[in-house]
């Protein structure tokens, strides 16, 4: 069945630096990618999403390409700050097109960044 | 504006009892969709439901799992004669369900954390 990888976390950074946090996947046909972030205390939200190869998913600094030659839809933010500590998690749908039916989730990466 | 609300946040209850997991939509959201995150594990989907039907169960366990979404009230998972396997935690999301629904955004709850003694 379809699953996604994501790095294990977690990650410490200073503020400013250079965020990557990698995401590879295993679906048959062509899946919607996405990314999801928990603030501490909060829901799951939608960062960013992909609805075919090369397409590139951007939203508040933070982008992520859909590669389907290296299943992959890694996640960069070029200066984070510590308001961007959360949990990420990187998802992917059954269905193309930007559905977000039955999500497939990987574990969740926890990001603290500090000033 | 309320988002979605579910509870309670954490639930304790020992092996053989039912644990009831509530969740409360967003106003005027009509489909909702119950995932289970197990400890060290991503999210798992497990169940889609539209006003008084399920539509999707696929990823629900056969036994002792039940899912309703009421025509009034909340959304409520339940699980009878809960098992040690059974502690995770349980997020709730919910979406408009107007025109090309799947592709409405999800609003997740903070999640129930299930502990099963």
């Known amino acids: 069945g379809d699953s996604v990888t994501q790095m294990e976390g977690p990650v410490t950074l200073s503020e400013e630096a250079f965020l990557t946090i990698n995401c590879t996947y295993t679906?048959?046909?062509?899946?919607?990618l996405f990314w999801y972030v928990q603030y501490p205390g909060e829901g799951l939200q939608l960062l960013l999403k992909?609805?075919?190869?090369?397409d590139k998913g951007s939203n508040k600094g933070f982008e992520a390409t859909y590669r389907k030659e290296t299943t992959s839809f890694h996640l960069e933010k070029g200066s984070v700050q510590v308001s961007d500590s959360a949990v990420y998690f990187c998802?992917?749908?059954?269905?193309?097109?930007?559905?977000?039916?039955?999500?497939?989730f990987g574990k969740g990466t926890l990001l603290t960044v500090n000033p | 504006n309320a988002g979605v609300m579910q509870n309670p946040r954490h639930l304790v209850r020992r092996r053989g009892q039912e644990a009831r997991l509530r969740c409360s939509p967003v106003?005027?959201?009509?489909?909702v969709y119950w995932y289970r995150q197990l400890p060290e594990e991503g999210l798992k989907f497990m169940v889609y439901?539209?006003?008084?039907?399920?539509?999707?169960e696929s990823g629900m366990p056969k036994e002792r799992f039940s899912a309703e979404f009421p025509k009034e009230g909340p959304s409520i998972l339940r699980i009878q004669q809960v098992v040690r396997g059974d502690s995770a935690a349980y997020f709730c999301?919910?979406?408009?369900?107007?025109?090309?629904?799947?592709?409405?955004?999800?609003?997740f709850g903070n999640g129930t954390r299930l502990t099963v003694t």
């Open positions: 999301a919910s979406s408009p369900g107007q025109g090309s629904s799947y592709n409405s955004p999800l609003h």
């Open positions: 679906a048959t046909g062509y899946p919607s």
């Open positions: 992909a609805t075919k190869a090369d």
């Open positions: 998802a992917l749908s059954e269905r193309g097109g930007g559905s977000n039916y039955k999500l497939t």
């Open positions: 106003k005027g959201h009509s489909h």
């Open positions: 439901l539209q006003k008084e039907n399920i539509i999707d």
